[in-house]
């Protein structure tokens, strides 16, 4: 186990284990997973009070797309983020079945001392995500496992304590958000509630059978109330030294609960004091604390009346997996153009490399995103939905005057564009013009059915035409 834990190359091979055990390598699409976080229903959703965190969520929904970002020690080895550590027998936490589980936990901890990326480079993240037209981003500041990505005063347990912390850029986080900054990106601190490596979580003198808190809160008060402290703590740091923040992404919806109350009005009291009109999106829990709320790896069904947000991964993992079966360009456009057409906001989860860059099959696709945006961004950016917002292939969003409507015409995968688009109930009044180039394009009305020839010509991948309606 020792040699193990000093060297650099079996975290490597033992990622490619668990990568040929959990059957991910082959770069193959996989359809999108049922939601992991149900978005809760309307009722479940308490508009903020605040106008300057009322200001802040009408600007971030224009922002459209974002990105976030798994960076963490399950990066080296390429696995699951943090819940092979988690002691629960579900198929999507694949683990090592050699190892015994505390040798497992061992070894995972270990990995402190050989995550040195060497070639992080934050601005190569922000140049690549604002060609891709992203407008705001959500760092893991800290994941399930506790390994903090900032240097934290808590704890040692952080990349700036690592075999990286001679680097002149490991408080991490730090330059990622000032990277981001700099290209005028909406900045957001992901943070997980649940901390498996703090003692006064995962108290050592107890197992460590599931995901929550290993002892009797109610028999030790005072245990739980140093996690509080701390996580308190932790999160003023993050507020107090590290810039303008807007959005307070918290994870790990089963704490915070009645049973694992970490006392989150005080918590949020004290980040709004630092940063006034900060978003905070305490995910799942319902209620004051939740402003946007957060379906995982899906897209709910039909608009919904309040703000939220997916998160959906460019490949099947929030970190980065080696040989990892990303989506395509034209596929990320579909679920950006279904999102925005219901009123939300797509949250695309990347994982950059253990080296610290973001790597060439993402870079390639996101450029086909971007370079697809800054022809037909009018349509998406600073967009409001309208009540017809979809027929067949055709989604609809409309400019803030709520008259001036794009259709954006969604191209299914292998299929090439119709010579004749139909569509009903919005009927264009006046001029259509296709938005890519400004070309004039003839359409019918009959009844209530609107039947438009596209020009000659143009480009197979999905487009927009612009028009007015009464
Ligand atoms: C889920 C996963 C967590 C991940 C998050 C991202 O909550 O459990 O590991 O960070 O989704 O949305």
Redo the contacts with the bound molecule.
Sequence with gaps: MKCIQCSNVLPWLVGMFLFTFSGIGQAQEVPLQGF??KQSDENGYVWPTDSLVLQKLALWNEQKFGV?F?WGLYSVPGIV???SICSEDVDWIPRDTVWNYEAYKKWYWGLKDVFNPVDFDPDQWAEVMNEAGMRYVIFTTK??DGFCMYDTRETDFSIAHGAFKEHPKKDVARFVFEAFRKKNFMIGAYFSKPDWHSPYYWWPYYATPDRNVNYKIARHPERWEKFCQFTYNQIEELMQGYGDIDILWL?GGWVGSAKQDIHMDKIVEMARREQPGLIVVDRSMRGKHENYQTP?QGIPEKQLAFPWES?ITLSND?GWVPNAPYKSAGKVIALLTEVVAKGGCLLLGIGPTPQGMIEQPVVERLKRVGDWLRVNGEAIYNTVITPYYQEGNIWFTAAKDEKTLYAIYVLPEGENLPELLEWHINLPKGKMTLLADGRRVTYRIEGDKVMVSLPKGCPEEPFVLKFAID
Excluded: F, I, N, P
């Design positions: 992991v976080h976030l798994h983020e943090s819940w994941h399930h994870d995982e998160c929030w």
